[in-house]
T-cell receptor, first 111, second 114 residues
């Protein structure tokens, strides 16, 4: 979707290092979702952010929503091989309960 | 057992053939969706259904049709498959909770049209 831009498109990180992925919307966000996909497999729901300033964490993954910037960031602390995959952000940007998706960020974790 | 299942998981077909992809869910959700995923393009919505009697076109519905046979079943058909419909297809479901309804995805169907 052109409405959601993810950056970077891909990244390689050394195991144990931190990484951050960004998702920026050109329109108002009514809800921001983060998913993880292993290559060729289904999407696994990670987190949903709804309110400006909201921050959620699950294990070593933290997501934040900056309502003013219409942007969300996904931060992984001390990355592990299990964190490798494609991370996609999805958002309800029109308010009609349908999701638009970014193109995804491919994360490679090197031992 | 998986909450959202898709069949088949892989399919190779020829141009002009009619193909049906099936999706079943045990989550009890009213809303179901069909997406396709192409490299570098993310997921694009093909059709969605908010209940059995409500079916709507998404952003790329041309060349596709759907059938909502029951709350738990949502099928996607390619009436006459063409090579640019080669993609990974996902079914998803969500509950009717307004703007907080998280979508849950099936494992995907990899379709190749020769």
């Amino acid at each position: 979707s052109q409405e959601l831009e993810q950056s970077p498109q891909s990244l390689i990180v050394q195991e144990g290092k931190n990484l951050t992925i960004n998702c920026t919307s050109s329109k108002t966000l009514y809800g921001l979702y983060w998913y993880k996909q292993k290559y060729g497999e289904g999407l696994i729901f990670l987190m949903m952010l709804q309110k400006g300033g909201e921050e959620k964490s699950h294990e070593k993954i933290t997501a934040k929503l900056d309502e003013k910037k219409q942007q969300s960031s996904l931060h992984i602390t001390a990355s592990q091989p299990s964190h490798a995959g494609i991370y996609l952000c999805g958002a309800d940007i029109i308010g009609d309960y349908k999701l638009s998706f970014g193109a995804g960020t491919t994360v490679t974790v090197r031992a | 057992d998986a909450d959202v299942t898709q069949t088949p998981r892989n399919r190779i077909t020829k141009t002009g053939k009619r193909i049906m992809l099936e999706c079943s869910q045990t989550k009890g959700h009213d809303r179901m969706y069909w997406y396709r995923q192409d490299p570098g393009l993310g997921l694009r919505l093909i059709y969605y259904s908010f209940d059995v009697k409500d079916i709507n076109k998404g952003e790329i519905s041309d060349g596709y049709s759907v059938s909502r046979q029951a709350q738990a079943k949502f099928s996607l058909s390619l009436e006459s498959a063409i090579p640019n419909q080669t993609a990974l297809y996902f079914c998803a479901t969500s509950d009717d909770r307004g703007r907080t309804d998280t979508q849950y995805f099936g494992p995907g169907t990899r379709l190749t049209v020769l």
